[in-house]
């Protein structure tokens, strides 16, 4: 998976950079996400990696597209009578997203909308007196939307970003809410 993640992470940087022109912006990102899931009694958080490659189709709207990857997953422990069960929630987003840019000066909020393909699985490790057990179950894939704003300081490409993800998904033939937020900071390369 994690080669998958790294190739695909790749094979964006590189398209982009062929196609970086005047209208065209490519930016890597990193921050924190945090799990809004609705059937756990606590939260989660990781540490997300990404890329956006985005088209400026009009002086205050950017569309395009990204990739992010929660490094580590979403993990929950819970203690069972002396069992230890831990699961781990593994997430990919393939978007595509609009962003719309309040001001033309060089600290420019904004607006974002999106939508994307919310993939992934989930690891499940038991422990009881120092016997472990370990698999991997399928999440179904699911679209999802999220919404956000940001801050990019357009003369030197910095920018942070928060969104907050709503996506419902299967797990184990079950419905629910896999809702997170997560806070961005990032650099746009080509811009």
């Known amino acids: 998976m994690k080669t998958t993640v790294l190739m695909v ?3 964006l940087l590189f398209s982009a950079t062929i196609l970086a022109q005047q209208n065209f912006t490519v930016a890597a990102l990193t921050g924190y996400t945090m799990s809004a899931f609705e ?8 540490l997300p990696i990404g890329v956006q490659v985005g088209y400026k189709a009009a002086p205050n709207l950017e569309v395009g597209a990204e990739f992010n990857y929660a490094l580590g997953g979403f993990g929950f422990e819970v203690d069972y009578g002396g069992a230890k069960l831990t699961t781990t929630f593994n997430q990919t987003i393939f978007g595509v997203f609009g962003k719309y840019h ?8 904004y607006a974002k909308l999106g939508v994307g393909y919310y993939t992934g699985n989930a ?3 038991y422990e009881l007196d120092g016997d472990k057990q370990s698999s ?3 999440i ?10 940001g801050l990019i300081q357009s003369a030197k490409g910095f ?4 969104n907050y993800h709503i996506v419902t998904r299967k797990v184990e033939g079950e419905s629910g809410g896999m809702n997170s937020w997560a806070f961005l900071i990032g650099y ?3 811009r």
Do not use: H
């Open 159 to 162: 920018f942070a970003e928060f």
């Open 140 to 149: 179904d894939p699911a679209i999802g939307f999220n919404l956000g704003a």
């Open 123 to 125: 690891d499940v490790e």
């Open 136 to 138: 991997t179950g399928d």
């Open 102 to 109: 309040f001001t033309q000066k060089i600290l420019k909020p």
């Open 9 to 11: 992470m790749f094979a």
């Open 39 to 46: 059937d756990q009694d606590d939260a989660a958080g990781t």
């Open 188 to 190: 746009k390369f080509i």
